[in-house]
């Protein structure tokens, strides 16, 4: 027999009382979802642009771009001095990415990236800044509204990302930048 | 510091014990852990709500678990993803090390993984010639140290920044005498950005498998996970049975609570659904069983595999804060690693080190019962002649005395009788371990029994 069915043919003698599947009946918190996301956010060390975001990002780019930084950009009308390769490890030397969340959820200060909004899945993690932008009316109170807004079936990959990289494993002393992102900003559009 | 199996848990706590400062620090600290974990579930009034959901979830898929896992394998497959079928830990590296060496693999990268820990995959790896580098933060830290995790979400919990800072000089060349931890992470996020460049495949733990999707979930605040798995065209992930969800409503309750317990944050940095291989890549499922089946043919054991490994239990055991990781004789530490590990204990002794105080029930998202699960195992032990030294002869009479009035008041008073006339040093022996760390009490004047009668009965 496979290993599989050895597993499967274990499975048949659980000693476990069928359960019936559960369902989420919890009431959304839905005042103020933009200042929630805002406080969520800053909470997990990443910052909120919501003045005129999208000519905030455009200056922001401009300059950065004028500096020599390294950008790529997959947000329309936001343009950066770097394509997107077919080879990940190309992109090692990026200094900011942006990009489009697809939508945000307050209760975390968490934005949804796809491989597609991203260009390649590598793109959120290995620049050195990461800009995000969201549009305002796309906040959800909290996770069970998020992930019904999510279609798989559609992406091969996607994240949830709340603020900066992060770690405490050295003593419990917070330190922001491990190993993807070392800041985090989102453009409220 | 190398865990040997022949000391039992008392003696092993008590080497972490000769260092009183660095005790009080550690209970301290996962106390902090504790109380953050506090804050954040206590900010959301629907937190028992949500305890109770990841229960329920766990308990229907783990009673349906054989048809979820043939409905996820059959979504994977579709998405292109490679599933395949491990009954144990050496089943499951000879899996890995197959799938490795066919892409001819130097180096790969790993993020957390406590089932590759349970299936002592590195050591087997090495052997076959394959360099292996874990990438989150603090498991970087034991393995350059050669030590085995202390805990299951900060593994490094034991150590203090001057270590960290003594070791990352030798081996990665940080200053001398350097142990600001901004300095160390930064050294630690170049040491390993080289890394994650250069490795040829990478592998990453499962926190959720969902059914109805074939997709995986991974959570990491540090974007180890995703920093190695996005790089290299091949990627591996290891996934317990027990870690499949049937849908997307079972995840979001999940990801509600999993980082809020763990270390009182909403959400991990990055939680990360895996759902097909990167264009022109592969991507590998090994789904392992290693005696979880077993576990669920027995009704209490079974509701250990409830549980989504959030720590959340062994950062509340007053047992765990004051003896450390290396105590338990498993790789799991804490209550919910006596809960999954105790039958494995050579030395019969890791079942006892627990107060019975239910902090960790209480604590826990999915309410795994872990105090009827550790005295549970504490019973399986007794039925299999297995007590500890010295509990197997007294353990009986203690039962047979307490089950009786008469002797339990006769031998009641004369303790109190022997507590206020005799002499300490006489005493004290008697206390056995209990004593070593203890002063004797003062012995009340009457029993409870008594002193209620006098004053409360009317
Ligand atoms: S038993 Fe519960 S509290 Fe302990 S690690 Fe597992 S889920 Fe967390």
Redesign the pocket.
Same mark, same amino acid.
């Given at each position: 027999m496979s290993s599989k069915s050895d597993i499967l043919a274990a499975l048949g003698s659980v000693a476990l009382a069928k359960h019936p599947m559960p369902q989420v009946e919890i009431a959304p918190r839905l005042d103020d979802l933009i200042g929630q996301f805002e406080a969520s956010l800053k909470a997990v060390g990443g910052t909120l642009v919501k003045e005129d975001a999208m000519s905030a990002l455009q200056a922001k780019v401009a300059e950065l771009v004028g500096e020599g930084q390294q950008v790529i950009s997959q947000v329309a009308d936001v343009t950066g001095n770097r394509e997107t390769p077919e080879d990940p490890h190309a992109l090692r030397d990026i200094n900011y990415a942006v990009i489009d969340g697809e939508f945000a959820v307050a209760e975390n200060g968490a934005v949804w990236v796809t491989e597609q909004g991203a260009g390649i899945r590598i793109a959120p993690f290995i620049c050195e800044n990461l800009l995000l932008v969201v549009r305002a009316d796309s906040i959800v109170a909290n996770m069970h509204q998020a992930l019904k807004q999510v279609d798989l079936q559609s992406t091969g990959y996607g994240v949830f990302i709340s603020g900066p990289s992060k770690t405490a494993d050295i003593e419990q002393a917070l330190v922001i930048g491990a190993h993807g992102a070392c800041t985090l900003t989102v453009y409220l559009v | 510091m190398a865990t040997t199996t022949t000391a039992n848990h008392a003696e092993k706590a008590e080497i972490f014990c000769r260092d009183e400062t660095r005790v009080d620090w550690h209970s301290k600290a996962l106390w902090l852990l504790r109380q953050k974990r506090d804050r954040a579930a206590s900010s959301l009034p629907e937190w028992e709500q949500l305890r109770e959901l990841g229960s329920e979830y766990k308990l229907h898929t783990l009673s349906h678990l054989g048809e979820y896992l043939e409905q996820f394998e059959a979504n994977c497959v579709k998405q292109g993803i490679q599933v395949h079928w491990a009954k144990n830990g050496e089943e499951h590296n000879r899996i890995v090390h197959e799938i490795l060496s066919k892409h001819q693999v130097k180096k790969l990268v790993k993020s957390k993984s406590m089932l590759t820990e349970e299936c002592h995959l590195n050591p087997y790896l090495e052997q076959h010639g394959i360099e292996v580098i874990d990438t989150d933060l603090g498991e970087r830290i034991i393995q350059l140290n050669k030590q085995p995790p202390s805990h &299951?979400v900060v593994p490094a919990i034991h150590l203090k920044k001057e270590e960290v800072g003594e070791l990352f000089h030798e081996k990665i060349g940080t200053e001398k005498g350097a142990s600001d931890p901004t300095y160390l992470t930064r050294a630690a996020r170049q040491h390993l950005r080289e890394q994650f460049l250069s490795a040829d495949a990478a592998m990453t733990g499962v926190n959720m498998a969902i059914a109805d999707q074939g997709a995986i979930v991974v959570c990491t605040n540090e974007g180890n996970a995703d920093m190695g798995g996005n790089l290299p065209g091949l990627t591996l992930h290891s996934m317990g049975i027990d870690k499949m969800v049937p849908n997307m409503e079972a995840a979001s309750v999940l990801l509600r609570t999993l980082a809020r317990?763990?270390i009182g944050q909403p959400i991990t940095t990055y939680s990360s659904f895996y759902h097909g291989p990167k264009p022109g890549g592969e991507m590998h499922i090994i789904i392992v069983d290693n005696g979880r089946t077993k576990a669920l043919q027995d009704e209490l054991l079974a509701e250990?595999l409830?549980?989504?490994? =959030? +720590? +959340? =239990? &062994?950062n509340t055991c007053p047992v765990y804060r004051r003896s450390g990781g290396y105590s338990y004789n498993y790789f799991i530490p804490?209550?919910?690693g006596i809960?999954v590990g105790a039958q494995q204990d050579d030395t019969n002794t890791t079942a006892w080190a627990c107060t019975l105080c239910g902090s960790?029930t209480y604590? =826990?998202?999915?309410k795994?019962p872990?105090d009827k699960i550790i005295s549970y195992q504490r019973r399986l032990k007794a039925e299999q002649g297995k007590l500890p030294y010295g509990k197997e002869r007294y353990m009986p009479m203690v039962g047979k005395m307490m089950g009786s009035t008469t002797m339990f008041n006769c031998a009641m008073s004369v303790a109190r009788f022997s507590l206020r006339y005799l002499p300490h040093s006489m005493l004290k022996p008697f206390s056995g371990a209990w004593g070593k760390y203890r002063e004797l009490p003062k012995a009340p004047k009457t029993s409870f029994e008594t002193w209620y009668n006098q004053n409360r009965s009317k």
């Open positions: - | &299951i317990n763990a250990s409830k549980c989504i490994r =959030c +720590g +959340g =239990c &062994i804490g209550p919910i809960a960790c604590v =826990c998202p999915t795994v872990l």
